[in-house]
């Protein structure tokens, strides 16, 4: 039998918690015996003093089994899961979905709603009309078996003690702690029931993570966690420090996804899912080459297979499969206001944040967990860094239906756009792929 206050007072002078420990405090916590003033004491000791890579891993296992564990293993072949630590006009799942699908992987996704800055993919695509993301564990697993493809809603009971500690950690000050960080993201990603995982960790100022270095180390740290876990990770380390996309909201990232699906959508949100589509591919043994894998892909666009897929999945989920051809069909917004440039120049820097939280304050986004999305504001942005523009061209639209937010958002948006008159490089995309034998520098 275990003493709560021995536990915190080991971890304050930073010893090493063992696994008996941190399943008791896991249990006693999800079962109610252990209070949250203690668990939030724990939570600083944690937050100052940090946890080894065992201690993570026995801290993420222990949470990934305080609740539900999705069995997959009725879907044939190998499961490959993708998660996004978050970011600004992240339309990729939307994309990846249809993509890999296309060329035989098994995508059996389940992904959440959205909160903040960051949007939730199960609320772009619940803005398609009819598109119902909270299928019945078989109807998603016969789904993923008949058409390769499915998305749904995180189970309720999925890893409980990750909702009661990120709760704690929100109003304890001790969210931005990466052995806290990592073990909310891959106890979910374990009790999901995935066989592989690629992980897609962003910094800049759109992301959680602020620097490539304490993304490196978070990268490295799931990865690492995945293995001992008996699940091959990959991890990403990519750019946030703008929005991905040019859409930020939610009907029109559909747009977007659809436009990408077309061969028509920006290169950036392009070359991102084609590097994600194709290590699935890799991981799932459908090909292994990487180079083919990326021209299987391509081919995939071109010749309207992947497209042709997203209108199975928009139509197997109860969705109006019409929204491909027929942008209409999506909730449109009242008000539209262009965002114009005063002057010739070269777009400097992007504030995505501001973006991300402007868009959420026109209503695409939740501020609490109860809030009413509204699918059809957003913001589009038709500029990223590098780009050129002249004098009264239109870098934004801002999409509302609160005519009197209308002003204000294209203010904000103004705001957080940076000019120069020299010329700047544009921002690549993708900067490290981690694996657990190296860190490989793109």
């Not at 800055?117 to 909270?134: Q, R, Y």
């Not at 990268?219 to 929005?243: F, H, N, S």
Request: charged share 30%; proline share 2%.
């Amino acid at each position: 039998m275990f003493f709560v206050p021995d536990i915190i007072e080991k971890k304050k002078r930073g010893l090493k918690l063992s696994k008996d420990e941190i399943q008791f405090i896991i249990d006693g916590y999800v079962g109610g015996s252990i209070p949250d003033y203690q668990i939030s004491a724990l939570l600083m000791a944690i937050y100052f003093k940090g946890m080894d890579e065992e201690e993570t891993t026995d801290l993420t296992m222990a949470m990934a089994h305080s609740g539900e564990i999705v069995d997959l293993s009725s879907i044939d072949g190998i499961k490959v899961d993708k998660h996004s630590t978050g970011g600004i006009a992240d339309t990729t799942t939307l994309v990846l979905l249809p993509l890999a699908s296309s060329v035989g992987v098994k995508v059996a996704k389940m992904s959440g709603r959205g909160l903040g800055h960051t949007g939730g993919t199960v609320d772009k695509l619940e803005s398609i009309p009819g598109f119902c993301c909270e299928l019945a564990p078989k109807t998603f697993i016969d789904s993923v078996n008949t058409i390769g493809a499915a998305i749904t809603g995180q189970s309720k009971n999925l890893v409980p003690a990750d909702k009661m500690l990120y709760a704690l950690r929100d109003v304890t000050a001790t969210v931005d702690s990466i052995p806290l960080i990592a073990s909310s993201i891959m106890s979910k990603k374990i009790a999901g029931g995935a066989d592989k995982i690629i992980l897609d960790v962003k910094f800049g100022n759109g992301a959680f993570m602020k620097t490539f270095e304490d993304a490196q180390e978070l990268g490295q740290l799931m990865v690492k966690i995945g293995e001992l876990a008996g699940r091959e990770t990959v991890a990403y380390i990519t750019d946030m420090e703008q929005p991905l996309g040019l859409a930020i909201g939610n009907a029109i990232e559909v747009v977007e996804a659809i436009e990408v699906l077309k061969g028509k959508g920006h290169e950036d949100l392009l070359e991102l899912c084609l590097e994600f589509a194709s290590e699935m591919m890799l991981l799932a043994k459908i090909e292994s080459d990487k180079t083919k894998a990326v021209q299987k892909l391509k081919d995939s666009i071109e010749t309207g297979k992947a497209l042709a897929k997203f209108k199975e999945i928009i139509g197997n989920q109860g969705g109006d499969s019409r929204v491909i051809q027929d942008y209409s069909l999506l909730p449109k917004a009242k008000y539209e206001s262009e965002v114009a440039a005063a002057e010739d120049g070269y777009v400097n820097k992007i504030d995505a944040v501001r973006l991300g939280l402007t868009a959420m304050k026109l209503g695409a986004g939740r501020q609490k967990k109860d809030d009413i999305i509204d699918p059809a504001v957003g913001i589009w942005v038709y500029k990223k860094v590098g780009d050129k523009v002249k004098k009264g061209e239109v870098f934004a639209k801002i999409l509302a239906n609160d005519e009197a937010k209308l002003s204000w958002a294209v203010d904000e948006t103004r705001k957080a756009f940076e000019f120069t008159l020299d010329p700047i490089e544009k921002r690549k995309v993708i900067w490290a792929k981690i694996t657990k034998d190296e860190v490989l520098k793109f």
